[in-house]
């Protein structure tokens, strides 16, 4: 049986999203919606990556969990009604830019169109 081309863009998306990435010395971000005022939201947090490559609390050292909860105080909040509107201010209105590293950049204006085709077709977003 073959895939539909739905299916197979999934599956090369599951497959890309299982590989190592090296993490942003710039910090990292949390993406989600705000239905109730029709925002993409994204909160910016602060990290230092150590010698093994893990990402850190600034103030802690301790290593900050990929999965799970975790309270942190996010440095900057953004909140726009666009993907578009999301990334100007994160990477162009942002000084000094918040982002370093490209393939940081690159993932984050996907998921800020992953957020912005969830909230207006009233679809769940999960960030990857």
């Known amino acids: 049986m073959s895939l539909t081309a739905t299916e197979s863009i999934a599956s090369i998306d599951d497959e890309l999203s299982k590989r190592t990435i090296a993490l ?6 949390i993406i989600y919606l705000d239905r109730d005022k029709d925002l993409i939201c994204a909160k910016h947090f602060t990290n230092v990556i150590d010698e093994r490559g893990l990402a850190v609390d600034p103030e ?5 969990p990929a999965k799970g909860k975790v309270v942190r105080e996010a ?15 994160i990477f162009e209105r942002s000084q000094p830019c918040l982002v370093t590293m490209l ?5 984050l204006g996907r ?7 969830a909230l207006l077709h009233q679809q769940e977003y999960i960030q990857d």
Not at 24 to 29: A, I, S
Not at 60 to 64: D, L, Q, S, V
Not at 103 to 107: I, L, M, Q, S, T
């Open 24 to 29: 942003d010395p710039g910090g990292y971000f």
């Open 60 to 64: 802690t050292g301790k290593p900050i």
């Open 75 to 89: 440095s900057t909040i953004f909140q726009a009604r666009t993907a578009k509107e999301l990334c100007v201010e």
């Open 103 to 107: 393939d940081h950049a690159a993932y």
């Open 111 to 117: 998921e800020a169109q992953k957020a912005e085709w």
